[in-house]
């Protein structure tokens, strides 16, 4: 990763002024003595920029992706983005109307997919990616745009690491069903620590940065009484348990949002599509409305194999066009109410769900990806993200299916 580069952004208005060197600030009189001291001459001050209230710095990264008409992309594990596979990716985006790519910076189990300069992260890093800012210059010559997901809050490697950042039951660790551990929404040394990885990712010249796994475990709710754990600042605020983890939750990502505004990126969640359907998921921290307002992309993951019945459907996952037009129309209605209405990107499923089936699987093909794209954009809804774990897409898919 090369250094720093800081643009500097134009101040609105400048005064040329000649100052006696007694009437600067310490800063510019420092400066103006040590010129004294080589020049022998009284210094004369001019061009002092006076700032633009609006003006800051902005991270430039060097590269150049322009935001596409419209997103839609693949996911990538870190494995294949370092492997042979992502020539096989990259040909079909670049040969298809796909145009992006949602590439594992940090994964589920909270490993880095690649080697950082920072010491600090390099016993959770795997090589996988060599070089990640090569990578990213071949994505720029094919017009592919570039998204960081960074995995927030499911991190076994952090909680084992440092069990007072995470839940413990019985002086350990506590694990979901699936031996996942998980970090603590309310800390914010955690949130610190996955947001300089975000900052890294732009850094390398990623477009955006999504965020997973923003909330406190599956089932939060009925566990926490019998949990052992930190809520840091929100331990003494005067509201229900509930709200708590909804405050916190959506506090990290305004504290994201903001932490990232030195650097030319957008800020995307991921959150489970059931999220827009209540007011919130009260276990899980997750406010849809809350953090919508708070991201310049929103992507709902919606497959329909997650789903149970709902919308009046009894089997979802047999029937992907249903599902995703019904969500399509409460998203709308939500979103439609906020002031600050970000960009709805959708997940949606290429893989098939047998877990659901005692007999005979549903299979997920070329006409099940398209249904759902094109319930989407019956519903206005134009960008869209394709899920499938082990990055084996669908072939000949219509990206762009016009009916």
Not at 37 to 42: A, G, V
Not at 133 to 157: H, N, T, W
Not at 264 to 273: E, Q
Request: hydrophobic share 35%; glycine share 6%; with cysteine.
């Amino acid at each position: 990763m090369g250094k720093r580069q800081l643009c500097v952004l134009i101040f609105s208005s400048m005064l040329l002024l000649t100052l006696p060197l007694g009437t600067v600030s310490a800063e510019e009189g420092e400066s103006a003595k040590e010129i004294q001291l080589l020049t022998k001459k009284p210094v004369e001050l001019t061009a002092l920029k006076v700032p633009d209230p609006a003006a800051r710095f902005v991270y430039d990264s060097g590269l150049d992706f322009e935001y596409p008409d419209a997103v839609r992309g693949i996911y990538v594990t870190g494995p294949s983005a370092g492997g042979k596979k992502m020539s096989e990716l990259t040909e079909l985006v670049d040969s298809t109307d796909l145009n992006a790519m949602v590439i594992d910076i940090k994964e589920d189990h909270g490993n880095l997919t690649f080697e950082p300069e920072d010491d600090k992260y390099a016993d959770i890093a795997e090589s996988y990616i060599d070089d990640p800012r090569e990578m990213l210059k071949e994505l720029e010559k094919k017009g592919i745009y570039p998204i960081a997901r960074v995995v927030v809050f499911k991190d076994s490697l952090l909680a084992k690491e440092r069990p007072d950042l995470s839940y413990t039951q019985n002086g350990k660790v506590w694990v979901n069903g699936r031996g996942e551990a998980f970090v603590n929404p309310f800390m914010k040394e955690v949130w610190d620590y996955n947001l300089e990885i975000a900052k890294m990712a732009s850094e390398m010249g990623f477009q955006e940065i999504q965020f997973d796994y923003v909330r406190f475990p599956e089932g939060f709710g009925n566990r926490d009484d019998v949990l052992e754990y930190n809520q840091g600042d929100y331990a003494n605020l005067e509201m229900e348990e509930v709200q708590k983890r909804v405050k916190a939750v959506t506090d990290f990502v305004a504290y994201a949002k903001e932490g990232l505004s030195n650097y030319d990126v957008d800020v995307s969640v991921d959150i489970f599509g059931y999220s827009a359907t209540i007011p919130e998921a009260p276990n899980i921290g997750q406010n849809f409305s809350k953090i919508s307002s708070n991201v310049d992309v929103i992507s709902s993951m919606i497959y329909p194999s997650h789903w149970g019945p709902y919308f009046g459907i009894s089997k979802p996952d047999a029937e992907p066009y249903r599902l995703v037009s019904e969500y399509a129309k409460v998203e709308n209605e939500v979103l439609s109410k906020l002031e600050n209405k970000p960009t709805s990107r959708p997940w949606i499923q290429d893989f098939e769900a047998p877990w659901l089936y005692s007999g005979p699987t549903k299979q997920y093909g070329k006409a099940e990806v398209e249904t759902q794209i094109k319930a989407l954009k019956e519903n206005g809804i134009d960008e869209y993200l394709i899920w499938n774990a082990g990055n084996n897409y669908t072939p000949n898919v219509d990206y762009t299916p016009t009916n």
